[in-house]
Nanobody
């Protein structure tokens, strides 16, 4: 089995910074893509940033303020969030896909979610 554990998040004033982490553990053969999504109250879940191989994608709303990075040795993905705005308030979820080392089957997992609250 593969598990994801998120950490980070919390409350911050506008203009502040936060860092999210998401570590994958267990029977992992390979991880393909790792990414962060968010869901604000009353809104659909949306992609914030993703990294797959050498390709990185950002939502237009966070480009230049957020940075996604990945530590392959630790199977961990990070999201550094700077210049936070009230509209960044949401529950942030990490998403990881790959294959396990037992059956070599594809998996896609979501983290438990972590709340980020930005006050004005």
């Amino acid at each position: 089995q593969v598990q994801l554990v998120e950490s980070g998040g919390g409350s911050v004033q506008a203009g502040g910074s936060l860092r999210l982490s998401c570590a994958a553990s267990g029977s992992i053969f390979r991880i393909n893509a790792m990414g962060w999504y968010r869901q604000a109250p009353g809104k659909q879940r949306e992609l914030v940033a993703s990294v797959s191989g050498g390709s990185i994608n950002y939502a237009d709303s966070v480009r230049g303020r957020f940075t996604i990075s990945r530590d392959n040795a630790k199977n961990t993905v990070y999201l550094q969030m700077n210049s936070l705005k009230p509209e960044d308030t949401a529950v942030y979820y990490c998403n990881v896909d790959g294959s396990d080392s037992i059956y070599y089957r594809y998996f896609e997992l979501w983290g438990q979610g972590t709340l980020v609250t930005v006050s004005s």
